[in-house]
């Protein structure tokens, strides 16, 4: 069975950092690793994703130039290092494995969430 933990949550002031991570657990038989998030008052959306084939990586547009993904197959874990934090980033954010993880429909495994509170 795939646990997907993660972790690095927090509160920080805006232009902060935070750095999240997952842990993963089982055989992850997925195409796709990628963090969601769920602002107030807004439905889930992806925001980062990386591709187990070329090992690429794609952004949502606000996360471009901010945040980070990295996997470390070693350890496999995913990371999230967000950098120039806003309010507006404030949400819960998850780890997620699947074939699409562009979007919610395309995700098989979703992680408990982890908090990020940005304050201005």
């Known amino acids: 069975q795939v646990q997907l933990v993660e972790s690095g949550g927090g509160s920080v002031q805006a232009g902060g950092s935070l750095t999240l991570s997952c842990a993963a657990s089982g055989y992850v038989n997925t195409d796709c690793l990628g963090w969601f998030r769920q602002t107030p008052g807004k439905e889930r959306e992806g925001v980062a994703r990386?591709?187990?084939?070329?090992?690429?990586?794609y952004y949502a547009d606000f996360a471009k130039g901010r945040f980070t993904i990295f996997h470390d197959s070693h350890k496999n874990t995913l990371y999230l290092t967000m950098k120039s934090l806003k309010p507006e980033d404030t949400g819960m954010y998850y780890c997620?494995?699947?074939?699409?993880?562009?979007?919610?429909?395309?995700?098989?495994?979703w992680g408990q969430g982890t908090q990020v509170t940005v304050s201005s």
């Open positions: 997620a494995a699947g074939s699409r993880c562009a979007e919610v429909s395309g995700v098989r495994y």
């Open positions: 990386f591709y187990f084939s070329g090992t690429w990586s």
